[in-house]
């Protein structure tokens, strides 16, 4: 049985997603935790402290610790205070690692803990295993850059570490093209699903239990409120679809995030006064990721307008839930969604074009054909068969030499 260290410095796994900088991360990084405790291996997460009030350790389940990591101000930082502590937090985990032993591998998460489990490897001689989940010069290229520096030091990561996780061929892809990553160290580990909660379900009941409007058409949007995630573009349908005389309404999950997140805020308030849609419109504080499969299971249409996305884990656990989705055509979200049978892949951001493939997936004639079809698509993917995979890769580096810089 293998011992991992999965360093995720930015954000905490059991911090609620929907909030700050938590999101699609927070859920792979506990449920592949835990998913590989439950096989019997050790794992082990290090983060940064970011309030006083929580215990140096917690142990989530058996085999699944999460340690609090001190480095800098025990307070949420802004994103562009994040790299000031890194080289503390090295510090501090290499401290850890000394007294309790050195795992077999560190499993570093998003580029920050890239640049901690990139200096581990080197200073204790331990295979570096990394999950990057956004990457700069993919963002620039669909969307805009935030930092040549975070590009650079992206593609010394790259160049280091002796695997390499993507969530599907196309991100595989993206790492050759945009980084010039060895295709030998990539590998393909798709994500997965909690079955037990993302199941399909009675749509009116889960209405009832949300008190939500039985006989509208009801569009959801769940994710961080930011320019990335596209969430005006979901506004914008649902205002299409009711000028259109559709008894529609829109639920939107999450809260600010980044720098942009008050500004996106503040202007889908705007938006919404303006539109007239105030009535049709409920923006609901961020879900235990649990909680999230009710409102699934209450929707007719997911919508998932990000303009990049690694993979997109919302589309897959809509769909789990008989949910169709209607996604941005990018990244992982191209291969979720078969076009036409679960849901629709819009090349562009035209309201009417979104709202036109609402329509066709609300069709009394489509719906029930293109949910249970979401349904079957989402059963290929599950937790346990991401771990087992990542247990496998981690017992093979451990036999073989490691990359050198």
């Not at 410095?9 to 859920?27: E, R």
């Not at 010069?137 to 590009?151: I, N, Q, T, Y």
């Not at 790492?175 to 580990?189: L, T």
């Not at 997911?302 to 769909?319: D, T």
Request: hydrophobic share 45%; charged share 20%.
């Amino acid at each position: 049985m293998a011992r991992l260290a999965v360093l995720s410095y930015h954000t905490s796994p059991l911090a609620q997603p929907g909030t700050g900088d938590g999101g699609g991360m927070n859920v792979y990084v506990r449920e592949l935790s835990s998913a590989l405790a439950r096989l019997g291996h050790e794992v082990d997460v290090y983060t940064r402290r970011d309030n006083t009030q929580i215990r140096d350790s917690v142990h989530v389940e058996p085999g699944f610790r999460v340690h609090y990591v001190t480095a800098g101000p025990p307070r949420v930082l802004d994103r562009d205070e994040l790299p000031d502590f890194v080289a503390e937090f090295t510090d501090s985990v290499a401290t850890l690692f000394r007294c309790a032993g050195a795992p077999d591998a560190i499993h570093a998460n998003y580029w920050l803990s890239g640049l901690a489990g990139h200096r581990l490897k080197h200073e204790l001689d331990i295979p570096l295993i990394m999950t990057f989940h956004t990457l700069e010069r993919v963002k620039a290229d669909h969307f805009e850059g935030e930092s040549e520096d975070r590009a650079f030091q992206e593609a010394a990561i790259f160049a280091c570490a002796d695997a390499v996780l993507a969530s599907c061929e196309v991100e595989a892809e993206q790492f050759v093209r945009f980084y010039n990553a060895d295709p030998s160290r990539v590998h393909v580990v798709p994500l997965g699903v909690e079955h037990a909660f993302f199941a399909p379900g009675f749509r009116p009941q889960a209405r009832r239990a949300l008190g939500v409007d039985g006989d509208a058409t009801m569009l959801l949007f769940v994710g961080r409120l930011q320019k990335l995630k596209g969430v005006d573009l979901a506004l914008e349908t649902l205002i299409e679809l009711r000028e259109r005389g559709r008894d529609a309404m829109l639920a939107i999950i999450g809260g600010p995030s980044g720098p942009d997140g008050r500004e996106t805020l503040s202007g889908l308030h705007r938006r919404v006064e303006q539109a007239g849609v105030i009535e049709h419109v409920s923006f609901v504080a961020p879900q235990a990721h649990q909680l999230l499969s009710t409102w699934m299971r209450a929707a007719d249409v997911m919508l998932v307008p990000s303009r990049s996305e690694s993979f997109g884990l919302v589309a897959l656990e809509s769909s789990a839930c008989g949910t169709p989705v209607v996604a941005s055509d990018v990244g992982g979200l191209m291969t979720l969604i078969d076009p036409g049978v679960t849901g629709f892949l819009i090349p562009g951001r035209e309201p009417d074009a979104w709202a036109d493939a609402v329509e066709t997936v609300i069709d009394p004639q489509n719906a029930t054909i293109m949910s249970n079809a979401a349904v079957l698509l989402a059963r290929r993917y599950t937790w346990r068969s991401a771990a087992q995979s990542l247990a496998t890769l981690t017992e093979r580096l451990s036999l073989s030499g490691l990359v050198r810089c």
